[in-house]
């Protein structure tokens, strides 16, 4: 049985940071490609940043130089710091992986789970 908890959210003024953090079961976690993706009520989930099995890593463009995605399979976790957040960076943040790294890393990986996901809100 898959699971995904996300966790390290919450509530921080423009500029701050934080670190997110997403532990993951019933999978073969080092051979999945990951990604961490957010949603806002009444807009589709978008993903922000994904990274392979072997450490490359993407972003979507308005995270980039901010946002640091990470892995460490030896405890099936993977990380998202966020630096310098902005009050457009408020939103349901989640956690999700395949086996296909360019379906993942293209935003098109269809998921049939989802873990419950971690609040960031960023005050202005």
């Known amino acids: 049985q898959v699971q995904l908890v996300e966790s390290g959210g919450g509530l921080v003024q423009a500029g701050g940071s934080l670190r997110l953090s997403c532990a993951v079961s019933?999978?073969?976690?080092?051979?999945?490609?990951m990604g961490w993706y957010r949603q806002v009520p009444g807009k589709e989930r978008e993903l922000v940043a994904a990274?392979?099995?072997?450490?490359?890593?993407n972003y979507a463009d308005d995270v980039m130089g901010r946002f640091t995605i990470s892995r460490d399979n030896a405890k099936n976790t993977i990380y998202l710091q966020m630096n310098s957040l902005k009050p457009e960076d408020t939103a349901v943040y989640f956690c999700?992986?395949?086996?296909?790294?360019?379906?993942?890393?293209?935003?098109?990986?269809?998921?049939?789970?989802w873990g419950q996901g971690t609040q960031v809100t960023v005050s202005s």
């Open positions: 019933g999978i073969n976690f080092s051979r999945y490609t």
């Open positions: 999700n992986g395949g086996e296909d790294a360019i379906r993942v890393i293209r935003g098109i990986q269809e998921y049939a789970y």
């Open positions: 990274i392979t099995r072997t450490g490359t890593t």
